[in-house]
């Protein structure tokens, strides 16, 4: 079995992280608020993309990488257009059961994580 790099494992943890975060975070912020389902469940599509990713980076399966960098990069799409419509159009917006204010910069923080991880994980990808 191929032994991923120490530098491997850490952006493994930060994709399963995130990954969990964003699940678990739109549980909360739509449980009870009546939410039309395409606003949930691109968090919860992207997060299982990157998760299975994250998984599959210990197997030594062909498309590991694929799905790997194919789930960072679903995360930064879908993060970018809920950040920037937040920061710009924060009256379009429904935080659900979360402060706007706080939900802004957890998206934000999200955000950064999806960029840093996609890029990252192209970098390790390429020195393979």
Do not use: Q
């Not at 039309?36 to 997060?47: H, K, L, M, V």
């Amino acid at each position: 079995m191929i032994r991923p790099s120490r530098s491997l494992a850490v952006l493994r943890v930060l994709g399963g992280g995130l990954a969990l975060s964003l699940m678990i975070g739109e549980a909360i912020r739509t449980w009870g608020t009546g939410r039309p389902w395409p606003f949930w469940f691109d968090d919860y599509w992207t997060g299982g993309l990157l998760l299975a990713g994250a998984i599959l980076m210990s197997r030594p399966t062909p498309l590991r990488s694929h799905v790997f960098i194919a789930g960072w990069a679903a995360c930064l799409g879908m993060l970018f257009g809920s950040f920037f419509g937040k920061v710009y159009e924060p009256g379009s917006s429904n935080p659900g059961n979360i402060d706007l204010g706080f939900l802004t910069i957890l998206i934000g923080m999200a955000f950064a994580t999806a960029l840093v991880g996609l890029i990252w994980s192209l970098f390790e990808v390429a020195r393979k």
